[in-house]
Structures are given as structure tokens and as C-alpha cells.
Nanobody
Framework: QVQLVESGGGLVQAGGSLRLSCAAS????????IGWFRQAPGKEHELVAC????????DYEDSVKGRFTISSDNAKNTVYLQMSSLKPEDTAVYYC???????????????WGQGTQVIVSA
């Protein structure tokens, strides 16, 4: 059974850091591209960062470039999102999923999981 489980969210002050984890099971990470997405209150899901676990190539949404880093540990079958210099506008529920696109507020593969809440206080 294919499953991705997010963890690591929490409450942090502006300027702080958090590391999110996405534990994958039922498939090998290095065969897929994996995206981190977020949904802020009242908004649709948006792609934040994407990684091709096979070759390590990455891409980022403009507002997080230089602050967020996506990485993967294929031995642990886990993808991480290191978030630094956090801003209140980063407050959202963060999700991971296969693929790196959102269509009609849905991931192109699978469905949204439970996500992990990140709250950045001013």
C-alpha cells in the first residue's frame, strides 16, 4: 500500500526554523518525484518544493527560494523539507505527495494526506 506520512510541524517564531519529514512506504522514493505542498487558511494548495529523488534535482516556488531546502534520504525512504527564516505567511498545513503539480486543488497522483501544521508567529 502506497503511503506518505508527514510530520515535524509546530509553532515557531518568525525567523525560526523547522524540519518536516515525509515518510514513504509501499514504493521506492528514488523512482519518483516528490513534492512538498502547502495550504494556507482560505487558499488552495500550492507547490512549495519538488525533488527527483533519483538524481537529486530540485525546484522551488519563488517565495521560498533561499529559505527552504528539500532533500531525500533514499535509504530511509524519507523526504525532508528544511525551512529557515520562516515568515508568518509560511503558516499553512504542509503535505507531501508524488508528483509536483496541483490540478483543480488536487495532486496529480493520489490524494492529500493528513498533513502537518506549521504556524509562524510574528
Amino acid at each position: 500500500q502506497v503511503q506518505l506520512v508527514e510530520s515535524g510541524g509546530g509553532l515557531v517564531q518568525a525567523g525560526g526554523s523547522l524540519r518536516l519529514s515525509c515518510a514513504a512506504s509501499g514504493f521506492k522514493l528514488d523512482d519518483y518525484v516528490i513534492g512538498w505542498f502547502r495550504q494556507a487558511p482560505g487558499k488552495e494548495h500550492e507547490l512549495v518544493a519538488c525533488i527527483s529523488s533519483g538524481d537529486g534535482s530540485t525546484d522551488y516556488e519563488d517565495s521560498v527560494k533561499g529559505r527552504f531546502t528539500i532533500s531525500s534520504d533514499n535509504a530511509k525512504n524519507t523526504v525532508y523539507l528544511q525551512m529557515s527564516s520562516l515568515k508568518p505567511e509560511d503558516t499553512a498545513v504542509y503535505y507531501c505527495q508524488m508528483g509536483c503539480a496541483v490540478v483543480n486543488d488536487k495532486p496529480i497522483a493520489g490524494s492529500w494526506g493528513q498533513g502537518t501544521q506549521v504556524i509562524v508567529s510574528a
